[in-house]
């Protein structure tokens, strides 16, 4: 069976005035679903070094999470199963002189009919940063 997974993939972000930048946490507002999910993945210094597969049980085995985005209300957020949009976090633990963000359904998901027709809106991001570094020091 073959199937090509929808993705995107962002612009590089940066701080600007030739600073590195810390990626800490991206807040994502998407439209809610019963069931839904992507995977987000991330990429430091305009490489394409998954930090997700680095950081996992293939790389150093540090914490990363599992870079899941689901797009269903969580269970233990009482409104949030009456909301039409919901906020919900997706944590990075990265820095470099840019990050690119990239958002996918993993082979996991897209064998999964639920996950894989469900609808999928991202309505925004709010990219928690902050500068760590000239890079030309």
Known sequence: MFSISPSCLTTSFTCGNAESIFSALVSAVVTATSDGEVTVDYYPSATFLSMLQEGGTTGTNTIMGNGILET?????????SLQTRLWHPIYFQTDGECVQIS??????????????????????????????????Q
């Open 72 to 80: 269903s209300p969580y269970a233990t957020v009482p409104l949030e």
């Open 103 to 136: 958002i996918f359904l993993s082979d996991a998901q897209i064998k999964d009919n639920i996950i894989a027709f469900s609808d999928f809106q991202l309505e925004g991001m709010v990219l928690h940063t902050m500068p760590t570094s000239q890079r030309l």
